[in-house]
């Protein structure tokens, strides 16, 4: 399916989404609240461009990472409505991540004004519910949406240490700001009010995840019996593929 992206055809497939194709083709749309593992939430509305499908007199606005590529289509992704929105998004979640360096960058690229920086918990945090979708990918629901309006903002529930919580950690590595804290101290980690002791890697022996976090991974995929780290497992894949490839 031919689509019409910024005066260029490119081949897309039926039923992706409009920043799937513009990522494979390497157009740059900036997002918050995607994420690959996750897809679309049209939540920052960060991605928005204008389409004109086949059959449409007039072209309309459409968050990239939920709208379906469906008939041949005419896409603009960089126009004075486009980049107006961005610059107001981008001066609205910098009052809430102040110096932060993505939203310094974003500010900059648009040309968005600067205004007093807002008291927001956690720190930094944009409410792009990147975190609430790791969580529950991974069967959890330990963290949520609390609250409305200027009171919104993301936490456990009344702020204690969630049963549901796992330490895993998910939430904090998905974050675009860094807002959610993750402290590890030797074999300790703390994270949402709450302390998890860390399992040993048995080649490394560096202390690197729950054992909670381990029964659920075991659980829902084939990592063996051995406990190993990310850094010992990408060696000893790294180890097989050249002993396969001699």
């Avoid at 904090?172 to 703390?190: F, L, M, S, W, Y």
């Amino acid at each position: 399916m031919k689509i019409n992206v910024n005066g260029q055809l490119r081949e897309a497939h039926a039923g992706e989404s409009i920043l799937d194709l513009c990522r494979r083709e390497g157009i740059l749309i900036p997002t918050f609240c995607y994420h690959q593992a996750f897809g679309g939430q049209g939540a920052c509305r960060m991605c928005m461009v204008e389409i004109r499908e086949e059959g449409q007199s007039r072209s309309r606005m459409v968050a990239a990472c939920t709208y379906p590529l469906t008939k041949p289509a005419e896409i603009t992704t960089e126009s004075e409505q486009i980049l107006r929105i961005r610059r107001t998004i981008a001066m609205l979640l910098a009052r809430r991540a102040d110096n932060n360096p993505l939203l310094e960058e974003m500010c900059q690229n648009y040309g968005a004004l600067r205004l007093p920086a807002i008291s927001v918990e956690p720190a930094n945090c944009i409410l792009c519910g990147l975190c609430i979708h790791a969580c529950t990918e991974m069967g959890k629901s330990a963290i949520w949406s609390m609250f409305r309006g200027v009171d919104k903002r993301i936490a456990t529930p009344y702020d204690e240490a969630s049963d549901e919580c796992m330490g895993c950690a998910a939430c904090a590595r998905v974050c675009p700001t860094q807002a959610i804290k993750v402290e590890e101290e030797g074999a300790v980690r703390r994270i949402w009010n709450k302390s998890f002791a860390l399992v040993a890697c048995t080649r490394c022996g560096k202390p690197y995840a729950t054992s909670d976090e381990l029964d659920y991974l075991h659980q829902h995929g084939d990592f063996g019996q051995e406990k190993l780290c990310e850094a010992c497992r990408k060696k000893m894949l790294a180890a097989s593929m050249q002993t396969f490839q001699a």
